[in-house]
T-cell receptor, first 116, second 113 residues
Framework: GAVVSQHPSRVICKSGTSVKIECRSL??????MFWYRQFPKQSLMLMAT?????????EQGVEKDKFLINHASLTLSTLTVTSAHPEDSSFYIC????????????FGPGTRLLVL | AQSVTQPDIHITVSEGASLELRCNYS??????LFWYVQSPGQGLQLLLK??????LVQGIKGFEAEFKRSQSSYNLRKPSVHWSDAAEYFC???????????FGTGTRLTIIP
């Protein structure tokens, strides 16, 4: 149980376009979802926390107008990278939890974004 | 400030040898503790977690971790490693009532024949 999927697994886009990444909890209801960014050979950097039906909470330094997060249902959250630039190229990972205190975060397989 | 420290950036172990990966935390109260493993180009897989109770926790793939309050540590161990254990290992912690995970910087494990 506790499976999280992400789509797409890889995406290549041109500079200036927008890219949407989906994160789905397949066998549980995720009241909270998290979006991380990971640079090569580094740890995960939390970008934002989203609770179903409310606005996402962004970490300091993360541009909310550039990284749009929507958590419309208990099983789906989306991250849209708007007007992508080469510096946005990275590995994006989502995680999901049921929101109860101490509940475990289960991670998706990640999405590799390359902006040309 | 809350933090998680993994002192070893890279560890090399022979196949079949034992393994211990170190993790120390700095929190006001004992946090919830986790170990995750990440293979190249993949997401994170949960190996085991400690919330309370028995301080020796058994996880998947033959891993175990021991919580030691006196040392603020949660070290990961495996008695005999396999080549497929080569990966990046992350220790993480979450405070009571806090949604966010704090990650260590990770330890890269290399297995040699």
């Amino acid at each position: 149980g506790a499976v999280v999927s992400q789509h797409p697994s890889r995406v290549i886009c041109k500079s200036g376009t927008s890219v949407k990444i989906e994160c789905r909890s397949l066998d549980f209801q995720a009241t909270t979802m998290f979006w991380y960014r990971q640079f090569p050979k580094q740890s995960l950097m939390l970008m934002a926390t989203s609770n179903e039906g409310s606005k996402a909470t962004y970490e300091q330094g993360v541009e909310k107008d550039k990284f749009l997060i929507n958590h419309a249902s208990l099983t789906l959250s989306t991250l849209t990278v708007t007007s992508a630039h080469p510096e946005d190229s990275s590995f994006y990972i989502c995680s999901a939890s049921s929101g109860a205190v101490g509940e475990t975060q289960y991670f998706g397989p990640g999405t590799r974004l390359l902006v040309l | 400030a809350q933090s998680v420290t993994q002192p070893d950036i890279h560890i090399t172990v022979s196949e079949g040898a034992s393994l211990e990966l170190r993790c120390n935390y700095s929190y006001g109260a004992t946090p919830y503790l986790f170990w995750y493993v990440q293979s190249p180009g993949q997401g994170l897989q949960l190996l085991l977690k400690y919330f309370s109770g028995d301080t020796l926790v058994q996880g998947i793939k033959g891993f175990e971790a021991e919580f030691k309050r006196s040392q603020s540590s949660y070290n990961l161990r495996k008695p005999s490693v396999h080549w497929s254990d080569a990966a990046e290992y992350f220790c993480a912690a979450k405070g009571f009532g806090n949604e966010k995970l704090t990650f260590g910087t990770g330890t890269r494990l290399t297995i040699i024949p």
